[in-house]
C-alpha cells in the first residue's frame, strides 16, 4: 500500500501537472466506481495530500479524495491510446489524462465538499510533538501499532514504521508507555529524516508503487531493516529477525533495537 512518501510524491507530480487546468472530459470503466459523478468541466485549483489520500481540489467547492489502498495508483498519459490493463477510471485534460490502474480493485474515489486540511496528526505537517505525547505515549499498545495508526499518527504503513523504529533504536513491541519523552524525540526526528529521504527519492517500490509516470522509485535501496530477514544490521551486524504483528511482518535487530 502507498505510504505518506509515495503520496506525497504523486501529489507533488500532480500539482505541477494539472493544477489550474480544467477537467474536459472522465470516464468510469468499473462499475464499483459507478457512484462517482461526472466533473468534467471543472477547474483543479490545487493538488494536495490528506494523510495518505491524494485530494484535488476543484474550482466548484468539492474535492476529488482517492485512496490507492493496496494496489492503486495513478497514471499520466499525454496521447490518447489504449486504456492501460486495469484502468479503472480516467480523468482528461488538454495536455493529457490521468488513469486509475488498480489490478485488486480497492481503491477508492470520494468527491466531497473542500475543507480546510486538518494536519494535526501529520508529522510532517504542523505536528505537535507534545500534544501526541500528551494524547497517546503513555498507552500500552505496541509502539509499532500506535505509529502505524493513522487517528494517531497519519501516513506511516509498515514499510516505514520498521524503518523509523530501527534508526530509532526502539523494539517494535515495546508498550508505547515504556518510552520516555527522550524516546518519542527520537521516534519524531527519525521519522521526520526517514519520510523527507524517501520522498526525495520518490518513495519505494517493493511490488506494485510506481509514480505518475510509471517510474519506480529508488527508496528501496535505501532500507535498513524492512525484508532484510536473516542479513547483517547495518549498525552491529547482528542478523535481522522477521516476527509477525497484528497480520504483519516486522524486521527489526534484536541487538540494537532495545
Excluded at 459507478?34 to 466548484?60: C, F, P, Q, S, W
Excluded at 481503491?107 to 500528551?134: C, H, N, R, V
Aim: charged share 30%; with cysteine; glycine share 8%.
Amino acid at each position: 500500500m502507498p505510504e505518506l512518501p509515495e503520496v506525497e510524491t504523486l501529489c507533488r507530480q500532480l500539482q505541477k501537472k494539472i493544477a489550474g487546468k480544467k477537467i474536459v472530459s472522465s470516464e468510469i470503466y468499473d462499475p464499483k466506481l459507478a457512484h462517482v459523478k461526472d466533473i468534467r468541466g471543472n477547474t483543479v485549483t490545487a493538488v494536495r495530500r490528506n494523510g495518505k489520500t491524494v485530494e484535488m481540489l476543484l474550482d466548484d467547492g468539492n474535492s476529488v479524495f482517492i485512496h490507492l489502498r493496496m494496489t492503486g495508483r495513478l497514471l499520466w498519459q499525454e496521447k490518447a491510446g489504449d486504456r492501460p490493463k486495469h484502468g479503472r477510471w480516467r480523468i482528461s485534460f488538454d495536455e493529457g489524462n490521468i488513469y486509475l490502474v488498480d489490478p485488486r480493485r480497492f481503491a477508492t474515489i470520494k468527491i466531497l465538499p473542500t475543507k480546510m486540511s486538518s494536519a494535526g496528526s501529520d508529522i510532517l505537517q504542523g505536528f505537535d510533538e507534545q500534544s501526541f505525547i500528551e494524547k497517546h505515549g503513555r498507552r500500552k499498545t505496541k509502539v509499532k501499532s500506535l505509529i502505524m495508526d493513522q487517528r494517531a499518527l497519519s501516513g506511516i504503513g509498515n514499510i516505514y514504521a520498521c524503518e523509523i523504529l530501527h534508526c530509532a533504536g526502539i523494539q517494535p513491541e515495546r508498550p508505547a508507555a515504556s518510552l520516555t519523552n527522550k524516546d518519542w524525540k527520537k521516534v519524531f526526528a527519525k521519522t521526520k529524516d526517514i519520510l523527507q529521504k524517501a520522498i526525495e527519492k520518490r518513495g519505494t517500490s517493493i511490488s506494485d508503487w510506481r509514480d505518475l509516470h510509471g517510474r519506480k522509485g529508488e527508496n528501496q535501496f535505501e532500507l535498513k531493516a524492512y525484508g532484510r530477514e536473516g542479513k547483517k544490521c547495518v549498525k552491529c551486524g547482528a542478523a535481522i529477525i522477521r516476527i509477525k504483528q497484528g497480520g504483519r511482518s516486522t524486521f527489526y535487530c534484536p541487538v540494537c533495537q532495545k
